[in-house]
């Protein structure tokens, strides 16, 4: 994933890093709602993630940028034939 934003979408350091540990963070919040797999994780895990952040206390542009690596990430593994539909999809941004 960040090889393909890396090389094909030319993305700097600083985002290639902020949206590996985005998309790490929200990994290991999926493995402990039992998603052992991208293609498990479903809206309403994502949904909880999102309040997580909030509980956390991350700032609502900090919010944004995880949310934007997620669907990132989810559009990715979609064009990759890794998973069948995009549970970001759904997910409002927050203002």
Same mark, same amino acid.
């Given at each position: 994933?960040?090889?393909? %934003?890396?090389?094909?979408?030319? %993305?700097?350091?600083?985002?290639? $890093?902020?949206?590996?540990?985005? +998309?790490? !963070?929200?990994?290991?919040?999926?493995?402990? /709602?039992?998603?052992? !797999? =991208?293609?498990?994780?479903? @809206?309403?895990?994502? !949904?909880?993630? #999102?309040?997580? &952040?909030?509980?956390?206390? /991350?700032? =609502?542009?900090? #919010?944004?940028?995880? &949310?934007?690596? #997620?669907?990132?990430?989810? !559009?990715? /593994?979609?064009?990759?034939?890794? +998973?069948? $539909?995009? =549970?970001?999809?759904? #997910?409002? @941004?927050?203002?």
């Amino acid at each position: 994933f960040l090889d393909h %934003l890396r090389f094909e979408r030319s %993305l700097s350091e600083r985002t290639l $890093e902020a949206y590996g540990h985005d +998309v790490v !963070r929200m990994a290991q919040h999926a493995r402990l /709602l039992g998603r052992s !797999r =991208p293609a498990e994780v479903t @809206t309403a895990d994502l !949904r909880r993630f #999102i309040l997580h &952040l909030k509980d956390v206390g /991350l700032a =609502p542009g900090s #919010i944004a940028r995880n &949310l934007a690596a #997620i669907r990132t990430y989810f !559009r990715f /593994l979609l064009g990759e034939n890794q +998973v069948v $539909e995009d =549970p970001s999809e759904r #997910i409002e @941004t927050p203002r």
